[in-house]
Nanobody, 113 residues
Framework: VQLVESGGGLVQSGGSLRLSCAAS????????MKWYRQAPGKERDLVAA????????RYVDSVKGRFTISRDNAKNMVYLQMNNLKPEDTAVYYC???????WGQGTQVTVSS
């Protein structure tokens, strides 16, 4: 199992970023996918989740209306579109396949005020 996150960076408050996660080593289309984030000194928290066919999504309250999770099963990719970013969104972001205990290196998102 390999998960490779990308797309992070430094952005001003109110800006946007699109995170990508490339998955390999498992049958991607059979697994729900999630995005998590971990801020310095804090636990890793769930941000968003998407079902196998993309028909169902859910979000933590703090990102509802600002973040959108999506997936492309043909490309084994999952995405997180992040709009109207806030300083409290600063964290390392990770993707995960539900039920598989495998994590990538994450991608750093830093939002300046």
């Amino acid at each position: 199992v390999q998960l490779v996150e990308s797309g992070g960076g430094l952005v001003q408050s109110g800006g946007s970023l699109r995170l990508s996660c490339a998955a390999s080593g498992f049958t991607f289309s059979r697994f729900d996918m999630k995005w998590y984030r971990q801020a310095p000194g804090k636990e890793r928290d769930l941000v968003a989740a998407i079902s196998t066919n993309g028909g169902s999504t859910r979000y933590v309250d703090s990102v509802k209306g600002r973040f959108t999770i999506s997936r492309d099963n043909a490309k084994n990719m999952v995405y997180l579109q992040m709009n109207n970013l806030k300083p409290e969104d600063t964290a390392v972001y990770y993707c995960n396949a539900v039920g598989l205990d495998s994590w990538g290196q994450g991608t750093q998102v830093t939002v300046s005020s």
